[in-house]
């Protein structure tokens, strides 16, 4: 009895490194190129190293991380074949999830959506909050579309579009607007809904482009 509450106290303190490793690295305090050692992970993050390295263990097969063999860990740089590839796979599941909604979103479902667009037209655009809105549009608009695989691979590839949005607005903090989007969702028009989603996936993939491609 007393092995297993260890264990599952192990696991308990395992997990919350690795969200709090995986949030730093989600919310940039972590950036490409930065090097990590577990001793100053353990100290940053108030444990002792084995909770550290298990937790990397699981962002490294996450492929958030890089590890330095006797060394420690490294944030991999973001490559061109990345961005195209993530952009590719977000279009196949946001332009599906865009059909779905305008085919079938209710009249609240859809005042939801205009709710959380609105603060695209604020002259003192608050960048934090436009990151956090454009990331609740996009996973309301997967929920919307009533497929609980889509919508679970949409979530874990808006983890990664969302850190590239952070990386992003450092350097330039343009929104990509929504309003074509919501507009062909609100008359129902199915083909004009996945255009607009694929406009707005292009935009945001060729910002990030010319941002990490050089």
């Given amino acids: 009895m007393a092995a297993t509450k260890v264990g599952i106290e192990r696991e308990g303190e395992v997990d919350r490194v690795y969200r709090l490793l995986k949030g730093w690295i989600l919310d940039a305090s972590l950036r490409p190129g930065d090097f990590l050692s577990e001793v100053d992970l353990a100290r940053q993050c108030e444990t002792s190293r084995t909770p550290v390295r298990e ?3 699981l962002l490294s097969q996450e492929k958030w991380i890089q590890r330095i ?3 420690g860990y490294v944030l991999p740089a973001i ?17 599906f999830g865009a059909e779905r909604a305008a085919a079938g979103a209710t009249p609240d479902e859809i005042k939801a959506l205009r709710e959380l667009i609105a603060i695209e037209d604020r002259m003192d655009l608050d ?4 990151l956090k809105a454009n990331q609740d549009f996009h ?3 997967g929920e919307i579309a009533r497929n609980q695989r889509v919508l679970d691979q949409l979530k874990l590839t808006l983890e990664y579009v969302h850190r590239l949005d952070v990386l992003s607005t450092q350097r330039d903090n343009r929104p990509v607007p929504h309003r074509d989007i919501v507009r062909a969702i609100e008359a129902r028009n199915v083909g004009e809904a996945s255009k607009a989603m694929a406009e707005h996936i292009n935009v945001s993939r060729d910002r990030m482009l010319r941002l990490f491609g050089t």
Wanted: proline content about 3%; some cysteine; charged content about 35%.
């Fill in 55 to 57: 937790a990397c263990n």
């Fill in 69 to 71: 063999r006797h060394k």
């Fill in 79 to 95: 490559s061109i074949r990345e961005i195209i590839e993530v952009y590719e796979y977000r279009k196949l599941l946001e332009c």
């Fill in 127 to 130: 960048m934090p909050a436009f």
């Fill in 139 to 141: 996973l309301r608009l």
